[in-house]
């Protein structure tokens, strides 16, 4: 079996400055790098510390360099740098699903599943594959929604749900929560349904958006019903989840660009604020009845901008 080079982190900004500082005494040659704080190089070890808070540490002497420097002098625990041997459940195969748009009064709600094995995840060591609430641009989200893609042996599928459906889902179901469950049902089965997942996922994992574990058991179909389901809060620290919130938010940002260029209007991200004022101005150019094309009416800012507009 070939020697591991490549070992990722998480740090704070406390842990990164004194790494920096070690770095520097000990004779660490200081380069730059895309979208890092600090790059270091000495021998055959190289340091990259991420804006996002990752550390990469690379080299046939990454793992000398974890064992006697990062962790007793800088992490001062021995865990991290051996989390596969730690912690197997980490290279499982298994499906992640995650959802954009749920809070955004303008757009569609997009929900994605994506499957990862442990190839995928070995070629994902260096890819920066996190959160999308983590990453600081759509550009960065859109390039790394490519990686996903291409990766060989990843699997995904994304279901959009466009405003209109959306309102009359709302309007059948009468809870946001409940579209959301029949979301990541439809993502979940679509994928096992349409693609071979070799081997197979031996786990679901999926946010707790809802009170209650139930309303999204209820809405998992037949193909679903036969892997396990694990639901769990900030399930996004997996990165099957983090992958499907980055492949979730890239159509989400996608279908606003494409909702602008059709009503030629701009639609901004978020709740309230901007997205009033953007929908004010469809409905004094379209008419408040074509509002449900590209709100979601339950939102009480909705309800309010058709009164005003109305009354």
Request: proline share 4%.
């Amino acid at each position: 079996m070939l020697k591991k080079t490549t070992y990722t982190f998480e740090l704070d900004a406390k842990k990164a400055a004194e790494l920096e500082s070690w770095l520097k005494a000990n004779g660490y040659d200081f380069r730059t790098a895309p979208h890092a704080k600090f790059a270091a190089q000495k021998g055959k070890v190289s340091v990259v510390f991420y804006e996002s808070g990752k550390l990469v540490v690379q080299g046939a002497e990454a793992s000398d360099f974890i064992e006697f420097v990062l962790e007793p002098v800088i992490l001062k625990e021995a865990r991290l740098g051996y989390e596969a041997l730690l912690n197997p459940d980490l290279m499982l195969p298994r499906i992640g699903v995650d959802e954009s748009g749920k809070g955004d009064l303008l757009g569609p709600l997009c929900v994605a599943a994506v499957y990862v094995n442990e190839p995928v995840i070995r070629a994902w060591e260096d890819a920066d594959i996190r959160d999308s609430k983590r990453v600081s641009s759509d550009q960065r989200v859109a390039e790394l929604a490519r990686v996903i893609r291409s990766t060989p042996g990843c699997k995904f599928n994304v279901v959009q749900i466009g405003n209109a459906a959306y309102n009359r889902l709302h309007g059948e179901m009468g809870n946001a929560n409940d579209i959301l469950a029949w979301g990541h049902a439809r993502a979940i089965e679509n994928l096992l349904e349409r693609s071979s997942l070799n081997p197979p996922p031996v786990r679901i994992i999926s946010d707790q958006f809802a009170s209650s574990k139930a309303t999204l058991g209820r809405a998992i179909m037949t193909l679903g019903r036969q892997v396990e389901l694990v639901q769990r809060h900030k399930a996004e620290s997996d990165l099957a989840v983090a992958a499907a919130s980055i492949l979730a938010r890239d159509a989400f940002v996608s279908a606003l660009k494409r909702m602008e260029k059709e009503y030629g209007l701009e639609f901004p991200k978020g709740g309230s604020g901007a997205p009033d004022e953007a929908l004010r101005k469809f409905v004094e150019k379209y008419g408040a009845e074509r509002a449900r094309e590209v709100a979601k009416m339950h939102f009480q800012n909705a309800r309010r901008i058709l009164a005003s507009v109305q009354g």
